[in-house]
């Protein structure tokens, strides 16, 4: 029995070998699972929200309602990345490119903010990205709503503030 892809924590009675039938790996399996593509609705409306604003505290904002709403219904997956790949190479490899991608992204959206001159006087491109990557990343995600307890909304408004702090000039 395996919780599949689309079957919201339901039980599908599929046998291991359907599964490698279907996927190919775990390595697959898990990409299929975590596809930034498969993003509910509502985080799509807020990924085109971002790309459309100017507004650099909104953007910012925007980055921590994504990254709530992102990690909200994956998490239990992305503690499996976390915890299994140790034992299973391939689940850290799939770990790996998952935050090779977010921070591709993520400096994306720094080029936008120093293009705009929004950026923090002395903040160079690349410490912006990391500063950025960090903060929304997962690890800090499991640490705040897993390990303390906070309320999601308590973590996006947490985490809307300190970017912007961390991350925007003064103005």
């Known amino acids: 029995m395996f919780?599949?892809?689309?079957?919201?924590?339901?039980l599908a009675a599929v046998?291991?070998?359907t599964i490698e039938a279907v996927?190919?790996?775990?390595?697959?399996l898990l990409a299929e699972v975590i596809n930034p593509e498969a993003f509910s609705t509502s985080t799509m409306?807020?990924?085109?929200?971002?790309r459309a604003t100017r507004d650099p505290s909104r953007q910012l904002s925007l980055v921590a309602q994504i990254a709530r709403q992102a990690y909200e219904p994956v998490a239990s997956t992305l503690e499996l990345l976390r915890t299994?790949?140790?034992?299973?190479?391939?689940?850290?490899?799939?770990?790996?490119?998952?935050e090779v991608r977010r921070r591709q992204n993520q400096a994306r959206l720094i080029?936008?903010?120093?293009?705009?001159e929004a950026l923090r006087p002395g903040l160079s491109l690349e410490e912006a990205t990391d500063v950025l990557w960090v903060l929304t990343s997962y690890d800090v995600y499991r640490m705040l709503i897993v390990e303390q307890g906070w309320q999601g909304e308590r973590y996006e408004t947490w985490l809307a503030q300190l970017l912007v702090q961390q991350l925007l000039a003064s103005r």
């Open 3 to 10: 919780n599949l892809p689309g079957t919201r924590g339901q």
């Open 15 to 17: 046998s291991p070998k």
């Open 23 to 28: 996927y190919g790996s775990k390595r697959a």
């Open 45 to 50: 409306v807020l990924i085109d929200e971002l």
């Open 84 to 98: 299994a790949g140790g034992v299973a190479p391939e689940l850290a490899e799939v770990a790996r490119q998952i």
């Open 111 to 116: 080029a936008s903010l120093h293009e705009q």
